[in-house]
């Protein structure tokens, strides 16, 4: 038995903003190693915002389709 579409839907972008945290998380620890503090976060902020809405579009988009799809039998 398979899962249910929107199980499927919640888990893969559940993946995605973890990932997103994580990357954040790496640019964070670095800067933090170097005792650069935050200030070195503001220039791939552009980059976190873009992925961010770019995960967001995606998963409104999939939902709304899931929505207007018809239901199998």
């Given at each position: 038995?398979?899962?249910?579409?929107?199980?499927?839907?919640?888990?893969?972008?559940?993946?995605?903003?973890?990932?997103?945290v994580?990357?954040?998380?790496?640019?964070?620890?670095?800067s933090?190693?170097?005792?650069?503090?935050?200030?070195?976060?503001?220039?791939?902020?552009?980059?976190?915002?873009?992925?961010?809405?770019?995960?967001?579009?995606?998963?409104?988009?999939?939902?709304?389709?899931?929505?207007?799809?018809?239901?199998e039998?």
């Amino acid at each position: 038995m398979s899962k249910p579409e929107s199980t499927k839907i919640v888990t893969r972008y559940a993946k995605a903003y973890l990932s997103l945290v994580a990357v954040i998380g790496f640019f964070l620890g670095i800067s933090l190693a170097k005792g650069a503090g935050l200030k070195p976060l503001l220039i791939p902020l552009p980059l976190f915002i873009i992925l961010f809405v770019g995960i967001t579009y995606q998963l409104i988009k999939e939902i709304r389709a899931l929505r207007h799809k018809p239901p199998e039998e």
